[in-house]
């Protein structure tokens, strides 16, 4: 069993920055893969970024390229989002998964941290 402990949401200005973590406790963390997801008001989860548990590299999805950075620290347990210029379409529940094989098939999920961006 892993939980999963998503934290640093929050409201802010567009154009702004928040770093989001996910702390992670039970079994060995660095086996899993571990990334975020967001899910905005009426739209399906949509997978954000990644982390490879075998070398720490990292992927992001196009719609957040160049603006969200992925990166964790295995020694911490943790996982973090870097997110910049942040915008009103950024505004979701982002959630921390953690996965053996793909992000696609997540074992264990965060209970989610609220991120709202005003214009």
């Known amino acids: 069993q892993v939980q999963l402990v998503e934290s640093g949401g929050g409201l802010v200005q567009a154009g702004s920055s928040l770093r989001l973590s996910c702390a992670a406790s039970?079994?060995?963390?660095?086996?899993?893969?571990m990334g975020w997801f967001r899910q905005a008001p009426g739209n399906e989860r949509e997978f954000v970024g990644g982390s490879s548990w075998s070398d720490s590299s990292t992927y992001n999805a196009d719609s957040v390229k160049g603006r969200f950075t992925i990166s964790r620290d295995n020694a911490k347990n943790t996982v973090y989002l870097q997110m910049n210029s942040l915008k009103p379409e950024d505004t979701a529940v982002y959630y921390c998964?953690?996965?053996?094989?793909?992000?696609?098939?997540?074992?264990?999920w965060g209970q989610g941290t609220q991120v709202t961006v005003s214009s």
């Open positions: 998964p953690a996965y053996r094989s793909s992000w696609k098939v997540v074992d264990y």
């Open positions: 039970g079994r060995t963390f660095s086996s899993y893969g």
